[in-house]
């Protein structure tokens, strides 16, 4: 097993409410992370820790499923997942 860790960082001229309202919809991520297909949190999910969803990397064989492992509302979050 290869672990692998990514971090990204961005500055924006914006809210930090503004940018967590849109990483705390994981259906909108694909509107701006050209990356993924699509993602969605599973039944019964909110986005907070210990939430699990399922995304579709673009050009990837099959989906992967993350679980949020750390959520800060208008900070930071993690997600974990294995392809």
């Known amino acids: 097993i290869v672990m692998l ?3 990204h960082t961005e500055v924006a001229n914006t809210t930090p409410e503004a ?7 994981p259906e ?5 992370d050209l ?3 699509w993602c969605r949190l599973e039944d019964g999910f909110f986005f ?3 939430a699990k969803a399922t995304l579709l990397p673009k050009g990837a064989p099959e989906a992967v499923s993350i679980e949020i492992t750390e ?3 208008n900070c ?7 392809t």
């Open 71 to 73: 959520c800060e509302p």
């Open 35 to 37: 990356g993924i297909e």
């Open 19 to 25: 940018v967590w309202d849109l990483w705390s919809q």
């Open 76 to 82: 930071c979050f993690s997600d974990e997942g294995q």
């Open 28 to 32: 909108t991520w694909s509107e701006w």
């Open 48 to 50: 907070e820790k210990g």
């Open 5 to 7: 860790e990514i971090s």
